[in-house]
C-alpha cells in the first residue's frame, strides 16, 4: 500500500517494533487489578500492525478478555486493518473510520477541522490501553488554518505537529492508571516547541520509559522515532522522574574503546539488556545503546533531561565554567531566503553572456556546499542576483529599470516570480527575494554556519558576502573587534562543543548529520573574553583562518586547539565526540 506520508504523515510500524512495544505495555500493565473487559485503542491504527500485535501478544499471556478499538479517516487503511484482524480471527474488535481528534471531545466546544466528515463523541477515559504510531505531519504542510484551530482547540502555543493533539487526546481517552505506549517523532524531547508536550506528559504521567530511537532507521520513511511509555495518573507528578528510564540508540560512526557485541538486527539492540556498541549483521551497522534514568532538568523552564550520571556531571561542569552562551551576546540569523533558488542564485552566470545581468547586482554567496571550518571551497563558487540596498538606515528594493540586463533576466521567469502569492500579497515586488535580510550588516565580519553539517563548520567571513538560507550568521553588530567571534569559531568548531551539542539537544539526523538551529548555538556556553585561556584559543584559530597554511600545520593546530578548549571549561579533552 503506497503512502503519501508527506501530506498524511502515516508511518506503517514495522512488526518487530509493534511486538517490542505491545511487550512493553503488557509488562506493565496491573491486570490483577482489573476485572472488566479491557478496552485497547490505536486512534490512528493504519494498517492494524499495533493492535494485531498487543492481541496476539495478550493471547499468548493468556489473556483473552479484550476489544481493539481502532481510528483511521482513511477508508482504505481502515479496510485493510479490518482485514488483517479477521485474518488473524480476533474477534472482539471495532475499527471505525473517522478522525480521532474530530471525535475526541475537550473541554471546549467542538471545533470542524474538515480533515473528513464531521463527527461528534465523547471518547473521555474510556480505554485501558493506547498502542498507537500518529501521524506526524509539521505545521507547514498541515495548513495555517487547521493548524491554528488545532492550536486553539488543545490550547497549544507555537508551532504545532499533528501528534502534539494526539497526545492530549489520547490521554483523555485514557482511564486512570492506564497505559499508553506511543511511538512519536522524537522532536518534541529536545527542542524548545517540544517542552510543553514534556510538560504535559510529566505533569499526567507516571513517565515508565522513554526510548529515542533517533538515526536507527526503523521506518522507511524520513523518521526519528522515539517511544514514550506511561501510566496516567490522578494527580500530578509535580516531576516526579526518579523511577523513569531512559534508553538511547543511535548509529555509531565512529570508532570506540566500548566493548563491542555482535548481533543479528537493530531490531534486537531493543531487547538486549547492556549499554555498549552492537555491530548488526543485517543492517551491516554499528550502534550505540545507553540507558539510564531520565532526570529532572533544574533549569527554569524545562523539565527533563536524558544523560547518563557522567554525562550530566560533564555537562554541568562545562556549564559552570561559562561566562556567557552565545545568545546573551549574539543574536544568531538564519540566511537569505528567496524562494526561488533557481532563479536567483547560479555558479554559472558567466555562462549567459550578454544576458548576464549587472555586475553589481551579483553578490558573492556563502552556501552550506561551499564552506568548511576555517575556508571556503574555491571550486565552488556561488553567486546571488540580490536586488535589494541600504539606504538611509534602512533596507530598500532596488530601481529594477536602473538595471536592464537584470530587469531582462528576470522577466524570462516572471510567472514562477509572480506565483509567490505571499510576496504579492505583502505588498512586495515580484522579483525580490523573500527574505533579504539585513544588508547593512554583510560587510562586518561574520561567523557562518551550515543548518545540517555532519560535523561543525563555523567559517568566519571577511569578504561581505552574503548568506544563503541552508546556513546560519552571527555578526558583531556594536563592536568592530573580531575576538568574540574568533573565540566563538574555536569552541564550536571543537571536539569538546559537538559532545555538548550532542549531549544537550540530541539532533542527530541521519548519517550523523546534526541540525545547528538558532535556539541550540544561542545555547553554546563560553568564557569570558579576556581570561588567559580564551586568549590562547583566539591565537590559534587567526593562524587556522589563514588562507596559505597547509594541511599538516591545520591538523597540529586542530589538536593543540582542543587541549586549550579543554581547558577553558575545566575538563580532559575530546578525541572523538561520538
Known sequence: MKLDIKSTGATFTPRKLADFLAEKIINEFDFDSTSHELKILDPACGDGELLLSISKKLNTFGISKFKTIGFDSNGKYVAESKKRLDLSSIQNKEIIQADFLQMSTGSDPQLEFNFGKSKTGDLKSFVDIIISNPPYVRTQILGSKKAKLLAKKFKLKGRVDLYYPFLISMTKSLKTGGILGVITS??????????????????????????????????????????????????????KLDKTKFLRIYEA??????????????????????????????????????????KKKKKKGETWTMLTNDEAKWTKKIESNSEYTIGDLFKVRVGIKTTADEVFIRKNWDELGNEKPERILLKELISQEN?????????????????????????????????????????????KLKSRKYLIAAGRNWFEIWVPQNPSYWKKPKLVFPDISSKPRFFLD???????????????????????????????????????????????????????????????????????????????????NIDSIDSTSIKVLEEELEIKVANAYGVKPISNPG
Not at 538606515?393 to 536592464?404: A, E
Not at 548555538?521 to 569570558?528: A, D, G, I, L, Q
Open 253 to 294: 560512526l565512529n570508532g570506540s574503546n566500548r566493548k563491542q557485541f555482535y548481533i543479528e538486527s537493530v531490531f534486537d539492540v531493543l531487547n538486549v539488556t547492556k549499554d555498549g556498541i552492537y555491530n548488526t549483521a543485517t543492517e551491516h551497522k554499528k550502534y550505540k545503546k545507553i540507558k539510564e534514568k531520565i
Open 186 to 239: 522524537n522532536r518534541f524531547l529536545f527542542t524548545k516547541s517540544g517542552e510543553s508536550v514534556r510538560k504535559f506528559l510529566i505533569d499526567n504521567y507516571e513517565i515508565i520509559e522513554v526510548i529515542d530511537l533517533g538515526d536507527t532507521k526503523l521506518f522507511d520513511a524520513a523518521v526519528l522515532p522515539a517511544i514514550f511509555i506511561g501510566r496516567k495518573e490522578l494527580k500530578k507528578t509535580n516531576g
Open 462 to 544: 571577511v569578504c561581505g558576502s552574503i548568506v544563503n538560507g541552508n546556513c546560519y550568521w552571527i555578526v558583531n553588530e556594536n563592536n568592530e573587534s573580531i575576538d568574540p567571534l574568533l573565540l566563538i569559531q574555536g569552541i564550536a568548531n571543537s571536539n569538546l562543543m559537538t559532545k555538548y551539542h550532542d549531549l544537550s539537544f540530541n539532533n542527530k539526523l541521519y548519517s550523523g548529520r546534526r541540525r545547528y538551529f538558532t535556539q541550540y548555538v544561542e545555547r553554546y556556553p563560553f568564557p569570558k573574553l579576556d581570561s588567559i585561556e580564551s586568549q590562547e584559543i583566539i591565537q590559534i584559530v587567526k593562524e587556522l
Open 371 to 415: 564552506i568548511d571550518r576555517w575556508r571556503t571551497h574555491p571550486n565552488c563558487k556561488m553567486k546571488v542576483l540580490y536586488p535589494h540596498d541600504f539606504k538611509d538606515g534602512k533596507k530598500v528594493v532596488i530601481n529594477i529599470n536602473k538595471y536592464p540586463k537584470a530587469r531582462k533576466y528576470l522577466e524570462k521567469y516572471q510567472e
